[in-house]
């Protein structure tokens, strides 16, 4: 589901999760300050880890370092591991009321966070959201440098961070978050990738293969897709010096018709099955390729193009009797 802009009903404190921690969540920021702009950052939950009994989330990007957290929904606490002390220590509050501080280890030069509100309205490159808590870290106790404020979106997390950097104040602003593998925000852009259905495949009989190639597009005006016949799309295979060893639209006839069509806003999907086997119809060897999908628009350039590697592994040797 792509999303542009979210209206958060403010929830209690204590039930409101404003970082949610799911392995495979990821979060994509673009920083700005006076000096530059455009520079990406990406946060990430890749997978768990245990340490002295208890499991942790691992969060990646977030820090120069990954960092070890995990979250206690009754009292809405996040705790982070301290590394330096050997345990663990309070990364944010969020169930503090309006108006009170908090202990945080968010940054070494912050010691406390002062909760400014939970009706906060922010507009950041991902969409415009409202009931944020808006969290401000008091003056630093290092010379130019540390937090800033922290803007926080329930059941989305971190939307905009400020902080305080020798050169002056830095932005990060959310472009993109997945959670929950179910709710996707973006900023407006326009993207073509490509699914298969294994990553390894056998080699017994002639393997099929089931690809997908999606383009998607949240920009908000339509543009053009420019058709020289009725073939909409191909799906190549190669080997692993590159070169072409079976092609999907090899033996097909296409109507020669010239269109042109608007598309966007919106996601389509092209669905493509397909042995894995040469012109001569002899299945592919044992090895490692990688299938290369694109839209047969008009021209040499192929401006939707996706690849996705995969591996045909040897027949099984039969059981001995």
């Known amino acids: ?32 300050s006076r000096w530059f702009s ?17 499991n942790y989330f691992i969060v990646e990007g977030l820090e ?26 309070q990364y944010a509050a969020f169930a503090t009321p309006a108006g009170s501080s908090y202990r945080t280890m968010a940054d070494p030069c912050n010691a406390t966070a002062l909760v400014r509100g939970r009706d906060a309205k922010v507009t950041v490159p991902a969409g415009a959201f409202m009931g944020v808590m808006h969290v401000e870290y008091p003056a630093a106790n290092c010379a130019d440098a540390g937090l800033g404020e922290d803007y926080f979106a329930p059941y989305v997390g971190l939307v905009k961070r400020t902080g305080i950097t ?11 978050a997945r959670i929950g593998g179910v ?17 390894v495949y056998d080699i017994n009989g002639i393997p099929m293969m089931n690809a997908r190639m999606t383009l998607r597009s949240t920009l908000p005006q339509a543009f053009p897709l420019v ?30 018709a010239f269109s042109t069509e608007k598309f966007g806003p919106g996601e389509r999907n092209y669905a493509v099955q397909m042995a894995l086997q040469d012109a001569q119809n002899k299945r592919l060897p044992a090895g490692r390729y990688v299938a290369e999908g694109y839209l047969a628009t008009q021209g040499e350039l192929k401006p939707f193009l996706a690849r996705a590697g995969f591996e045909i592994i040897p027949e099984a040797e039969p059981a001995q009797p």
Request: charged share 20%; hydrophobic share 40%.
């Open 38 to 54: 455009g520079t990406s950052k990406v946060v990430s939950i890749p997978g768990m880890k245990m340490i002295d009994g208890t």
């Open 227 to 256: 058709w020289p016949s009725g073939q909409r799309f191909d799906l190549v295979i190669r080997n692993e010096r590159g070169s072409e060893v079976a092609r999907w639209s090899d033996g097909q006839g296409f109507t020669q």
């Open 183 to 199: 709710t996707v925000l973006t900023r407006p852009e326009v993207s073509f990738s490509m699914s298969l259905d294994k990553m």
């Open 1 to 32: 589901m792509l999303v542009a802009a979210v209206s958060a009903v403010p929830l209690s404190a204590g039930n409101a999760d404003y970082f949610p921690l799911q392995v495979g969540n990821q979060w994509v920021y673009q920083t700005t």
């Open 64 to 89: 120069p370092q990954a960092i070890y957290m995990r979250s206690n929904e009754e009292t809405g606490v996040l705790y982070a591991y301290d590394e330096r002390s050997g345990g663990e220590a």
């Open 166 to 176: 020798i050169a002056g104040p830095v932005a990060m602003e959310l472009t993109y």
